[in-house]
């Protein structure tokens, strides 16, 4: 099963990588972490509507918040720097804001930042591209002013 989701994601056919996606998303996490090291993750967001706000709802009310979370809490930077970059442009649509915020992935964005954090974790060289995509993850959910007033309340910040 997971070499046809494989082989269909880097395919050159957009209905088989579309149907290849929605798969990955009902697989178990470990399995899908086995995928993210194969190399699919840089195909998934290549696949992501940078400019249609219905297909960036349609990603995010299909699993892939909780999913790109999870591969951000694994070890190797490359995954994170695109689940990162994925994640900024689920976070440009107004409708995710809400569910982005209310995933944790505000507690553990930071936790990415955090220096002492990121060495416990063994994120050791993140890159810059990588800082700034989370940086701009916190500005676009800023905009948002229930976000917003989580924050001063650390609703967000699972405290």
Same mark, same amino acid.
């Given at each position: !099963?997971?070499?046809?989701?494989?082989?269909?994601?880097?395919?050159?056919? /957009?209905?088989?990588?579309?149907?290849?996606?929605?798969? %990955?998303?009902?697989?178990?996490?470990? %399995? $899908?972490?086995?995928?993210?090291? /194969?190399?699919?993750? #840089? $195909?998934?967001?290549? !696949?992501?509507? =940078? @400019?249609?706000? $219905?297909?960036?709802?349609?990603? *995010?009310?299909?699993? *892939?918040?909780? &999913?790109?979370?999870?591969?951000?809490?694994?070890?190797?930077? #490359?995954?994170?720097?695109?689940?990162? *970059?994925?994640?900024? &442009? %689920?976070?440009?649509?107004?409708?995710?804001?809400? +569910?982005?915020?209310?995933?944790?992935?505000?507690?553990?964005? &930071?936790?990415? %930042?955090? =220096?002492?954090? *990121?060495?416990?974790?063994? =994120? @050791?060289?993140?890159? &810059?591209? +990588?800082?700034?995509?989370?940086?701009?993850? =916190? @500005?676009?959910?800023?905009? @948002?002013?229930?976000?917003?007033?989580?924050?001063? $309340? /650390?609703?967000?910040?699972?405290?």
């Amino acid at each position: !099963m997971e070499d046809v989701i494989v082989e269909a994601l880097l395919s050159n056919e /957009r209905e088989a990588q579309i149907l290849a996606a929605r798969e %990955l998303g009902k697989l178990a996490t470990k %399995l $899908r972490q086995k995928l993210a090291e /194969r190399g699919i993750i #840089s $195909r998934l967001v290549t !696949m992501l509507p =940078f @400019h249609n706000e $219905r297909n960036k709802i349609r990603i *995010a009310n299909s699993g *892939a918040i909780p &999913v790109l979370l999870e591969i951000i809490h694994c070890q190797k930077e #490359s995954l994170i720097e695109l689940a990162a *970059a994925a994640l900024l &442009v %689920l976070s440009s649509c107004s409708a995710n804001k809400l +569910a982005i915020a209310a995933s944790g992935a505000v507690r553990i964005l &930071v936790g990415s %930042l955090n =220096f002492q954090l *990121a060495e416990e974790r063994g =994120f @050791h060289n993140l890159s &810059v591209q +990588a800082k700034l995509d989370i940086i701009s993850i =916190f @500005h676009n959910l800023s905009t @948002h002013p229930s976000i917003v007033l989580g924050w001063g $309340r /650390r609703r967000w910040l699972g405290k």
